[in-house]
C-alpha cells in the first residue's frame, strides 16, 4: 500500500523561510514530486526528485532521501502569495519501465497561511 | 503557454443521472489521466489512459465509470447513475512521458461536480 504524510497546517511570516516535510512507504518509487494548490484550483507543479539530494528552482527547493522515505520543500523569501496547500505525491513503479505505474499518489497536504 | 483545459467549470446533476466530463490535454502529449478530489481531503487517482486504452485504475473507478477519446482532441470521463458521494472536483491532467523522466503531469482546472 501507499501512505504519505505531511504536517496538515503551517504558519510562517512574510520574508521567512519555511520548510514543509513529507514521508513516505510506498511499494516501488519512480519520483517524488510537490505540487502548489491554491483554493479550488488545480495543483501546479513545483518540483521532482527521483535521486537523492536537493534540486533548486528559484524560491523553491526540494530534497529526497530514498533510504529515509523522505522528502522536504524548502521555500525562501516567502511572500503572501504563497499562502497555499502544498502537495507531495510519489509515482511507484520501475523507472524506464514500460510497464511501471504512472499514477501519482497524493498526501492530503500542507496548507500553508503567509502572515505579514 | 500549452494548457489542458476541462469544461464545464461545474456540474450539477441528480442523483442516478449521467455525467460526462470533457478534458482536452496538451496536444503533444500522449498519457491522459482523470483524478478527483472530495472536498478538503486528498487528491486521488481514478485512471490512467495510453493509447486508446486504459492503463491501470483505481478502485475507485468501478464499472460506474468509463473514459473515452472520442476523437484527437478531447478525453472524457463518463459517470453512470450519479451518487451523492461522487460530488467532487474532477481534474484532468496529461503528460508528455509517464515514467523514467522528469515530465510532470499538467493538471486542468477541473469540474466541480454537484449530485444532489
Known amino acids: 500500500g501507499q501512505n504519505i504524510d505531511q504536517p496538515t497546517e503551517m504558519t510562517a511570516t512574510e520574508g521567512a523561510i519555511v520548510q514543509i516535510n513529507c514521508t513516505y512507504q510506498?511499494?516501488?518509487?519512480?519520483?517524488l514530486f510537490w505540487y502548489q494548490q491554491h483554493a479550488g484550483e488545480a495543483p501546479t507543479f513545483l518540483s521532482y526528485?527521483?535521486?537523492?539530494g536537493l534540486e533548486e528552482k528559484g524560491r523553491f527547493s526540494s530534497f529526497l532521501s530514498r533510504s529515509k522515505g523522505y522528502s522536504y520543500l524548502l521555500l525562501k523569501e516567502l511572500q503572501m502569495k504563497d499562502s497555499a496547500s502544498y502537495l507531495c505525491a510519489v509515482r511507484s513503479g520501475a523507472a524506464y519501465s514500460g510497464a511501471g505505474s504512472y499514477q501519482l499518489t497524493f498526501g492530503k497536504g500542507t496548507k500553508l497561511s503567509v502572515i505579514p | 503557454e500549452p494548457e489542458v483545459t476541462q469544461t464545464p467549470s461545474h456540474q450539477v446533476t441528480q442523483m442516478g443521472q449521467e455525467v460526462i466530463l470533457r478534458c482536452v490535454p496538451i496536444s503533444n502529449h500522449l498519457y491522459f489521466y482523470w483524478y478527483r478530489q472530495i472536498l478538503g481531503q486528498k487528491v486521488e487517482f481514478l485512471v490512467s489512459?495510453?493509447?486508446?486504452?486504459?492503463?491501470?485504475k483505481s478502485e475507485i473507478f468501478d464499472d460506474q465509470f468509463s473514459v473515452e477519446r472520442p476523437d484527437g482532441s478531447n478525453f472524457t470521463l463518463k459517470i453512470r447513475s450519479t451518487k451523492l458521494e461522487d460530488s467532487a472536483m474532477y481534474f484532468c491532467a496529461s503528460s508528455r512521458y509517464p515514467s523514467g523522466s522528469s515530465y510532470e503531469q499538467y493538471f486542468g482546472p477541473g469540474t466541480r461536480l454537484t449530485v444532489t
Open positions: 489512459f495510453y493509447n486508446n486504452e486504459i492503463s491501470e
Open positions: 526528485n527521483v535521486l537523492d
Open positions: 510506498t511499494s516501488g518509487f519512480n519520483g
